[in-house]
Protein backbone atom coordinates (compact mmCIF):
# COMPACT_ATOMS: atom_id res chain seq x y z
CA UNK A 1 0.00 0.00 0.00
CA UNK A 2 1.52 3.36 -1.18
CA UNK A 3 1.57 5.64 1.46
CA UNK A 4 3.31 8.67 3.83
CA UNK A 5 2.79 9.44 7.11
CA UNK A 6 3.14 13.01 8.47
CA UNK A 7 3.13 14.14 11.80
CA UNK A 8 2.74 15.79 14.24
CA UNK A 9 -0.76 16.56 13.13
CA UNK A 10 -0.82 19.43 15.05
CA UNK A 11 1.76 22.54 15.95
CA UNK A 12 2.02 25.20 17.98
CA UNK A 13 5.74 27.72 17.69
CA UNK A 14 6.19 30.94 19.33
CA UNK A 15 7.15 33.61 16.75
CA UNK A 16 10.90 33.10 15.51
CA UNK A 17 10.62 29.48 16.46
CA UNK A 18 12.03 26.65 14.11
CA UNK A 19 8.81 24.26 13.71
CA UNK A 20 9.49 20.92 12.20
CA UNK A 21 7.18 18.79 10.43
CA UNK A 22 8.14 15.09 9.29
CA UNK A 23 7.12 12.88 6.74
CA UNK A 24 8.13 9.20 6.12
CA UNK A 25 7.57 7.27 3.28
CA UNK A 26 7.16 3.42 2.08
CA UNK A 27 8.10 3.12 -1.60
CA UNK A 28 11.48 3.49 -2.82
CA UNK A 29 10.31 4.25 -5.85
CA UNK A 30 8.85 7.73 -5.01
CA UNK A 31 10.68 10.06 -6.41
CA UNK A 32 9.29 13.83 -6.07
CA UNK A 33 8.90 15.54 -2.71
CA UNK A 34 6.46 18.38 -2.94
CA UNK A 35 4.95 20.37 0.72
CA UNK A 36 2.39 22.44 0.28
CA UNK A 37 0.26 24.71 2.78
CA UNK A 38 -3.12 25.86 2.75
CA UNK A 39 -4.57 28.38 4.11
CA UNK A 40 -8.52 27.98 5.33
CA UNK A 41 -11.16 27.76 2.42
CA UNK A 42 -8.02 27.90 -0.25
CA UNK A 43 -6.89 25.30 -2.55
CA UNK A 44 -3.08 24.13 -1.37
CA UNK A 45 -0.26 26.19 -2.85
CA UNK A 46 3.24 24.48 -3.78
CA UNK A 47 5.75 25.64 -1.26
CA UNK A 48 9.53 23.50 -2.34
CA UNK A 49 10.40 20.77 -3.34
CA UNK A 50 12.82 17.82 -3.40
CA UNK A 51 14.24 15.58 -5.83
CA UNK A 52 16.26 12.29 -3.94
CA UNK A 53 19.15 13.21 -5.37
CA UNK A 54 19.38 15.96 -3.03
CA UNK A 55 19.92 16.01 1.12
CA UNK A 56 18.86 19.58 1.62
CA UNK A 57 17.08 21.99 -0.34
CA UNK A 58 16.38 26.08 0.73
CA UNK A 59 13.71 28.60 -0.87
CA UNK A 60 13.46 31.71 1.44
CA UNK A 61 12.75 30.35 5.26
CA UNK A 62 11.65 27.50 4.01
CA UNK A 63 14.13 24.26 4.16
CA UNK A 64 13.42 20.69 3.16
CA UNK A 65 15.93 17.82 4.47
CA UNK A 66 15.89 14.68 2.69
CA UNK A 67 16.79 11.51 4.27
CA UNK A 68 16.76 8.59 1.65
CA UNK A 69 18.13 5.92 3.68
CA UNK A 70 15.38 6.32 5.82
CA UNK A 71 13.07 7.07 3.70
CA UNK A 72 12.15 10.35 5.46
CA UNK A 73 12.00 13.63 4.27
CA UNK A 74 11.11 17.01 7.35
CA UNK A 75 10.19 20.59 6.75
CA UNK A 76 11.37 23.59 8.71
CA UNK A 77 10.16 26.78 9.03
CA UNK A 78 13.49 29.74 9.54
CA UNK A 79 12.35 32.65 11.99
CA UNK A 80 8.25 31.36 11.53
CA UNK A 81 5.44 34.07 11.63
CA UNK A 82 2.12 34.16 12.93
CA UNK A 83 1.43 34.95 8.76
CA UNK A 84 2.80 31.14 8.43
CA UNK A 85 -0.08 29.79 10.30
CA UNK A 86 -1.53 27.41 7.56
CA UNK A 87 -2.08 23.62 7.70
CA UNK A 88 1.12 21.66 5.66
CA UNK A 89 1.04 18.68 3.76
CA UNK A 90 3.69 16.25 2.79
CA UNK A 91 3.33 14.94 -0.45
CA UNK A 92 4.62 12.31 -3.03
CA UNK A 93 4.29 10.55 -6.50
CA UNK A 94 5.19 6.83 -7.13
CA UNK A 95 7.46 7.41 -10.11
CA UNK A 96 7.50 9.52 -13.06
CA UNK A 97 5.48 7.60 -14.84
CA UNK A 98 2.45 8.50 -12.26
CA UNK A 99 1.40 11.64 -11.55
CA UNK A 100 -1.09 11.41 -9.30
CA UNK A 101 0.16 13.11 -5.61
CA UNK A 102 -0.43 10.55 -2.29
CA UNK A 103 -0.54 12.83 0.38
CA UNK A 104 0.09 13.21 3.97
CA UNK A 105 -2.71 13.86 6.66
CA UNK A 106 -1.39 17.24 6.72
CA UNK A 107 -0.20 19.42 10.37
CA UNK A 108 -1.93 22.40 11.21
CA UNK A 109 0.89 24.98 12.51
CA UNK A 110 0.17 27.76 14.67
CA UNK A 111 2.21 30.29 15.12
CA UNK A 112 1.39 32.62 18.39
CA UNK A 113 2.76 36.21 18.50
CA UNK B 1 -7.16 36.01 -12.60
CA UNK B 2 -5.17 33.66 -14.32
CA UNK B 3 -5.14 31.21 -11.96
CA UNK B 4 -7.69 27.67 -11.33
CA UNK B 5 -11.50 28.44 -11.09
CA UNK B 6 -13.84 26.19 -9.58
CA UNK B 7 -17.62 26.80 -10.04
CA UNK B 8 -19.70 27.05 -7.61
CA UNK B 9 -17.32 27.29 -4.31
CA UNK B 10 -20.44 25.69 -1.90
CA UNK B 11 -22.76 23.63 -2.97
CA UNK B 12 -25.48 21.98 -0.72
CA UNK B 13 -27.58 19.53 -2.00
CA UNK B 14 -30.44 16.55 -0.71
CA UNK B 15 -29.12 12.95 -1.03
CA UNK B 16 -30.04 10.93 -4.48
CA UNK B 17 -29.76 14.82 -6.13
CA UNK B 18 -27.02 14.82 -8.99
CA UNK B 19 -24.69 17.98 -8.76
CA UNK B 20 -21.99 19.11 -11.44
CA UNK B 21 -19.04 21.10 -10.78
CA UNK B 22 -16.31 23.23 -12.99
CA UNK B 23 -12.84 23.83 -13.33
CA UNK B 24 -11.41 26.36 -15.52
CA UNK B 25 -7.50 25.33 -15.52
CA UNK B 26 -4.88 28.27 -15.99
CA UNK B 27 -4.88 28.47 -20.07
CA UNK B 28 -1.59 27.39 -21.31
CA UNK B 29 -1.69 24.24 -19.35
CA UNK B 30 -2.61 20.43 -20.76
CA UNK B 31 -2.88 18.87 -17.24
CA UNK B 32 -5.95 18.57 -15.25
CA UNK B 33 -6.65 16.69 -12.10
CA UNK B 34 -9.66 16.55 -9.97
CA UNK B 35 -8.64 15.96 -6.00
CA UNK B 36 -11.56 15.36 -2.66
CA UNK B 37 -10.10 16.26 0.29
CA UNK B 38 -12.53 15.51 3.75
CA UNK B 39 -11.82 17.23 7.22
CA UNK B 40 -8.51 16.96 8.47
CA UNK B 41 -7.63 14.91 5.52
CA UNK B 42 -4.61 15.47 2.56
CA UNK B 43 -6.45 15.59 -0.89
CA UNK B 44 -7.12 12.32 -2.58
CA UNK B 45 -6.52 11.83 -6.50
CA UNK B 46 -9.72 10.93 -8.29
CA UNK B 47 -8.84 11.50 -12.09
CA UNK B 48 -6.80 13.55 -14.34
CA UNK B 49 -6.65 14.72 -18.19
CA UNK B 50 -3.57 15.25 -20.52
CA UNK B 51 -5.67 17.94 -23.01
CA UNK B 52 -9.05 15.59 -23.45
CA UNK B 53 -8.28 12.50 -22.98
CA UNK B 54 -8.67 10.85 -19.39
CA UNK B 55 -5.51 9.11 -18.44
CA UNK B 56 -6.01 7.44 -14.82
CA UNK B 57 -8.89 6.82 -12.96
CA UNK B 58 -8.41 6.32 -8.92
CA UNK B 59 -10.67 3.34 -7.17
CA UNK B 60 -12.16 5.87 -5.47
CA UNK B 61 -14.24 6.83 -8.19
CA UNK B 62 -17.14 4.83 -8.45
CA UNK B 63 -19.87 4.66 -11.19
CA UNK B 64 -21.75 7.44 -9.85
CA UNK B 65 -18.61 9.98 -10.41
CA UNK B 66 -17.79 11.43 -14.31
CA UNK B 67 -15.57 13.88 -15.48
CA UNK B 68 -15.11 15.09 -18.64
CA UNK B 69 -12.78 17.60 -20.47
CA UNK B 70 -14.42 17.74 -24.02
CA UNK B 71 -12.07 20.39 -25.81
CA UNK B 72 -9.29 20.12 -23.65
CA UNK B 73 -9.93 23.26 -21.57
CA UNK B 74 -12.36 23.70 -18.65
CA UNK B 75 -13.46 20.12 -16.74
CA UNK B 76 -17.34 19.18 -14.91
CA UNK B 77 -17.12 16.53 -12.69
CA UNK B 78 -20.45 15.07 -11.79
CA UNK B 79 -21.77 13.31 -9.01
CA UNK B 80 -25.11 11.18 -9.88
CA UNK B 81 -27.24 10.03 -6.73
CA UNK B 82 -25.38 11.98 -4.43
CA UNK B 83 -25.00 10.38 -0.69
CA UNK B 84 -24.12 11.70 2.56
CA UNK B 85 -20.33 10.34 2.13
CA UNK B 86 -19.85 12.47 -1.16
CA UNK B 87 -19.47 15.61 1.37
CA UNK B 88 -15.93 17.21 0.96
CA UNK B 89 -14.19 19.52 -0.86
CA UNK B 90 -13.52 19.00 -4.15
CA UNK B 91 -10.39 20.16 -5.55
CA UNK B 92 -9.02 21.03 -9.13
CA UNK B 93 -5.89 21.42 -10.18
CA UNK B 94 -3.71 21.67 -13.43
CA UNK B 95 0.19 21.98 -14.55
CA UNK B 96 2.23 22.04 -17.69
CA UNK B 97 3.47 18.38 -18.20
CA UNK B 98 7.17 18.79 -18.77
CA UNK B 99 7.76 21.68 -17.34
CA UNK B 100 8.45 22.08 -13.22
CA UNK B 101 8.01 18.97 -12.30
CA UNK B 102 4.51 19.14 -13.33
CA UNK B 103 3.92 21.38 -10.75
CA UNK B 104 0.24 21.49 -9.80
CA UNK B 105 -1.74 24.72 -8.95
CA UNK B 106 -4.53 24.30 -7.50
CA UNK B 107 -8.12 25.79 -7.32
CA UNK B 108 -10.25 26.80 -4.12
CA UNK B 109 -12.38 23.91 -4.28
CA UNK B 110 -15.62 23.68 -4.36
CA UNK B 111 -17.57 22.83 -0.81
CA UNK B 112 -20.51 19.81 -1.13
CA UNK B 113 -22.59 19.69 1.64
CA UNK B 114 -25.24 16.35 0.71
CA UNK B 115 -28.24 16.71 3.41
Known amino acids: QQQVKQSPQSLIVQKGGIPIINCAYE??????FPWYQQFPGKGPALLIAIRPDVSEKKEGRFTISFNKSAKQFSLHIMDSQPGDSATYFC????????????WGAGTKLIIKP | DTGVSQDPRHKITKRGQNVTFRCDPISEHNRLYWYRQTLGQGPEFLTYFQNEAQLEKSRLLSDRFSAERPKGSFSTLEIQRTEQGDSAMYLC?????????????FGPGTRLTVL
Open chain 1, 27 to 32: NTAFDY
Open chain 1, 91 to 102: ATWPSRSNYQLI
Open chain 2, 93 to 105: ASSLFGHREDEQF
